[in-house]
């Protein structure tokens, strides 16, 4: 369960039909030079991201249970086929006692140096019927941990697809409403502007992971619209991962959060020469202020200049004989 690749074994676990099409899946990313692909799950906890992972390979290769918690730090399993490597990461939950797991983040930053995230797999539930405020701080959280660009990289994977909706919806109206409701809050908590986030265009995958899970006539594991949901799956990830949007390298400046000293460096002058312009124009404001309080003895009548020449000088004989008398000018 570490980064050691293995010879995937899992896969000849899958159905016939499954195998044919990821086989077809894994040849389109050859043909683009691409031998190897990196996934990481990332989510809350508890909605199912270490489930995907042994579904997607097929093997039990991450540990689940209803009453352990989840593992505190990120598991990277690989697996190896025709000189094809696949890489999933799975990572802990991003929201501890009601609030974002920072820590979390920073060790799946940590563990993330120096690879390359091909596919993020987002990933919820379908089975809720509403979005909050700490849904919206998630969003918020990953894409200040790796930049809006990591959205236009991700699939958005809705697990406990296996559900019945209420009588009065249908299953494609209440997945629709679902899965609008999380995508309009990964806009708001990425600050994505309209335009670019309908350019990234974040498909929506339903995903089954438990033995209920119904199967079609070919023995795959089928949603009740009928979608054979593991290669459908797989599909898409290699649809992401092949789109003109460039993959996000996690380097030591991501880590160090050097990226956004580097923003501000390049501001520094600008920012020094607001602030010699806004003291210049004090300066500049303070001296008409001293010019116009100024008396301007010039423009004096000349009667009145005559008439303060004698005050002082009476005033001045006034303080000789008198010192103890204010001087007045």
């Known amino acids: 369960m570490g980064s050691l690749v293995r010879e ?29 692909l990196t996934v990481v799950v990332m989510g809350k906890g508890g909605v199912g991201k ?30 190896t086929m025709g000189g094809f490597t696949i890489n999933i990461i799975d990572t802990p939950g991003l929201v501890e006692a009601g609030y974002v797991n920072h820590q979390a983040l920073e060790l799946i930053k940590g563990f993330l140096v120096n690879r390359t995230i091909d596919v993020l797999l987002y990933v919820d539930r379908l089975d809720v019927y509403r979005v909050d405020e700490l849904d919206r701080q998630v969003v918020q959280a990953i894409t200040q941990t790796f930049g809006k660009e990591i959205w236009c990289k ?12 209420p009588d009065d919806l249908s299953y494609e109206t209440f997945s629709s409403k679902r ?7 990964i806009r708001a908590g990425s600050k994505m502007r309209k335009q670019q986030f309908e350019d990234s265009a974040i498909e929506v995958v339903y995903a089954e992971n438990s033995g209920r899970c119904s199967k079609n006539d ?18 898409a990830i290699t649809d992401v991962a092949t789109n003109q949007k460039k993959a ?3 380097d030591k400046k991501m880590v160090d959060g050097s990226y956004s000293d580097d923003k501000g460096k390049k501001l520094i002058p600008l ?37 303060r020449r004698q005050n002082r000088q009476v005033n001045a004989i006034t303080y000789e004989n008198n010192p103890r008398q204010p001087f007045h000018v």
């Open 248 to 250: 996000i390298h996690v």
């Open 271 to 307: 920012i020094i020469a607001a602030q010699w312009f806004v003291v210049k124009m004090i300066q500049g404001a303070i001296r008409n202020d001293i010019k116009t309080s100024e008396p301007n003895t010039r423009s004096e009548p000349k009667q009145d200049r005559l008439f």
């Open 8 to 36: 995937w074994v899992g896969f000849q676990q899958f159905p016939a039909a499954t195998q044919e099409k990821l086989i077809e899946f894994f040849a389109k990313l050859k043909q683009k030079d691409m031998n190897s």
């Open 50 to 79: 270490s489930s995907t992972v042994n579904s997607l390979i097929g093997e039990q290769v991450v540990r689940v249970s209803p009453f352990q918690a989840e593992g505190l730090r990120p598991v990277m399993v690989s697996r």
């Open 154 to 165: 991700t699939l958005l994977v809705l697990t406990h697809a296996q559900f019945s909706p």
């Open 179 to 185: 899965s609008d409701s999380l995508l309009q809050t």
């Open 218 to 235: 070919k023995e795959e594991k089928a949603l009740p619209n009928g979608e054979a949901w593991i290669p459908n799956l797989v599909k």
